[in-house]
């Protein structure tokens, strides 16, 4: 089997990626960046559905990005904003600075230690007004920046930066992960989700994740605080 690391966050787009892949026949090895996120649940949640989906290993990866703050989500001094469809193109206070870069130069890595040449990560152009780092422009840039930089690809084993979901709506994502059978109840995007997992409900997360079930036709399973 072919190896494969899985960005995954535990919430819907990892959820849809690990399970595609291991649809596609990889072994499947999953990837969580402990990093000082107030949504921290997600951690947790990560691993039991890492567990139950039985990948070959998951790491848990600290980081201390947190400590340069900048962002609604690591920064306790600046509020998680709510959900509010006029800000859906613009760069809001959520967004973390070079996050996926950071996160996809550990990944590849990692990849090239276990020998693995495929990386799953669930960017996806309908969140890249608010997060330009999930531009499909960016992902094929990156993988090309790896196959410039890694004694792998230079010695001809390149890496393939698979963006499954990026041309796909929060919809679409939805119902391909229905299709796989992914129980979404279980999945947390919230980023203010409390110890038990419930979402809030109204951060940008929140609403983006509840248009999407309304899009897709599909009852929202989601446990929030005020249900």
Not at 5 to 31: E, H, M, P, V, W
Not at 120 to 147: H, L, V, W
């Amino acid at each position: 089997m072919k190896k494969a690391i899985i960005l995954f966050s535990g919430g819907i787009d990892s959820s849809t990626i690990l399970a595609l892949a291991k649809s596609q026949g990889y072994a499947c090895y999953a990837l969580t960046f402990s990093y000082g996120q107030k949504h921290s649940i997600e951690v947790k949640i990560a691993k039991k559905l890492a567990t139950q989906s039985s990948v070959v290993e998951h790491r848990i990866f600290p980081l201390d990005i947190h400590t340069f703050g900048g962002s609604a989500l690591t920064d306790r001094s600046i509020a998680v904003p709510n959900y509010n469809e006029k800000n859906i193109n613009q760069i809001t206070s959520t967004y973390i600075p070079a996050r996926n870069t950071i996160f996809l130069s550990i990944a590849l890595a990692w990849a090239e230690t276990l020998q693995a040449q495929d990386i799953f990560f669930g960017g996806c152009q309908a969140d890249a007004a608010g997060f330009p780092d999930c531009r499909s422009e960016y992902i094929t840039a990156f993988e090309k920046m790896a196959n410039l930089s890694t004694k792998s690809a230079i010695e001809g084993n390149p890496f393939v930066i698979h963006k499954p979901l990026v041309d796909l709506s929060k919809a679409e994502t939805i119902k391909l992960g229905m299709r796989l059978g992914i129980d979404y109840r279980q999945t947390v995007t919230c980023y203010q989700a409390n110890a038990q997992g419930e979402a809030c409900g109204y951060c940008e997360s929140c609403g983006s994740r509840k248009q999407g079930f309304i899009e897709a036709g599909i009852e929202d399973v989601t446990c929030y605080v005020s249900q």
